[in-house]
């Protein structure tokens, strides 16, 4: 069960950096376990009892797989799952006429 705690934008952002050092440093680890108001107030978290760590990923993910990826927001610029640039605007969306594409040059 999740707690009840509600966090601001940036306590949200603090939390998920605390979260990622968690998940790799013991010696931090163990003190969030023994004093977990402690530390997240080092991170600048205001909370009177500890918030649910999630479990660290399992799996690592292979640089094969990572370039699979990458690969998979190739052609979508200005999508909501790609970085938009300069020169497209929604018409060129999808349409192979981005700034990015291979069939057209780069905005001037």
């Known amino acids: 069960m999740m707690s009840d705690i509600q966090l601001t934008a940036e306590e949200r952002r603090s939390f998920g950096a605390l979260v990622a050092q968690l998940w790799s440093d013991e010696e931090l680890a163990t003190r969030y376990r023994d004093e977990p108001v402690a530390v997240l107030a080092e991170y600048g978290i205001s909370a009177r009892e500890a918030l649910p760590v999630p479990p660290a990923p399992v799996e690592e993910i292979s640089d094969e797989s990572l370039g699979l990826l990458g690969a998979v927001g190739a052609g979508t610029c200005g999508s909501a799952s ?27």
């Open 82 to 108: 790609s970085v938009s640039c300069p020169g497209c605007t929604a018409s060129t969306v999808g349409s192979g006429n981005c700034c990015l594409s291979e069939a057209a040059p780069p905005p001037q």
